[in-house]
């Protein structure tokens, strides 16, 4: 935040928005402008997190402002459909024509019940998960002079190396996804700093 700004914040009219969901076209959400949740101003070097869905309307105060916006992206239910959607071609089921409802409504509810079983499968949860982090990519500045010289082919014993990681929530495996890429590990070789 450079400069100042009123932030007028307004409670949430349509819960958990996704990037596709937005104001303008759904103007039948619009918040109620006469109840006002929180009103302030920041200045320079003030944060203020707004978590997704909250109104908020940001106006200068009286000089040059400029104001830098983070957003998180974690994996969301729609994110496990699609995956859900994409990998369940493997099942025959799946791959089935369609006709009329009253034709397929037997078949409806099987393709129902083999869905909601593989989207509880703790299994696939665990490869969607790791998927989507897989592709999200961190930048992180490299050490060219080591790692840009064709020459330099090994290191010093006590060399550090770390890595920018995605969060792992299943251990069972010994590896680390950085960038995109699974570099496995043998135990015992290195020790974990926090």
């Given amino acids: 935040m450079q400069g100042k700004k009123r932030w007028i914040i307004h409670s949430p009219t349509f819960k958990n928005p996704l990037f596709m969901h937005r104001s303008k076209d759904m103007p039948e959400y619009d918040p109620n402008l006469d109840d006002v949740y929180m009103d302030i101003v920041l200045e320079a070097g003030d944060i203020l997190y707004l978590p997704r869905g909250w109104w908020h309307d940001p106006v200068p105060v009286g000089e040059e402002t400029v104001h830098l916006a983070v957003g998180v992206f974690p994996a969301y239910v729609n994110n496990y459909l699609t995956w859900i959607a994409q990998n369940m ?50 930048e992180k500045p490299l050490n ?51």
Avoid: W
């Avoid at 024509?97 to 099987?110: I, Q």
């Avoid at 069972?172 to 020790?191: A, D, H, T, V």
């Fill in 89 to 138: 071609v493997e099942k025959e089921i799946v791959r089935a024509s369609l006709s009329y409802y009253e034709a397929d409504k037997v078949f409806l509810e099987e393709l129902a019940n083999q869905t909601a079983e593989y989207i509880k499968d703790r299994e696939n949860y665990r490869k969607f998960i790791e998927n989507f982090y897989d592709k999200k990519r961190i």
């Fill in 144 to 194: 060219l002079e080591t790692f840009g010289n064709y020459q330099c082919n090994s290191m010093p014993e006590k060399q550090k190396i770390s890595f920018k990681t995605k969060k792992h929530y299943f251990n069972y495996e010994n590896k680390i996804i950085s960038n995109g890429y699974g570099i496995s590990l043998e135990i015992g070789q290195l020790n974990a700093q926090s």
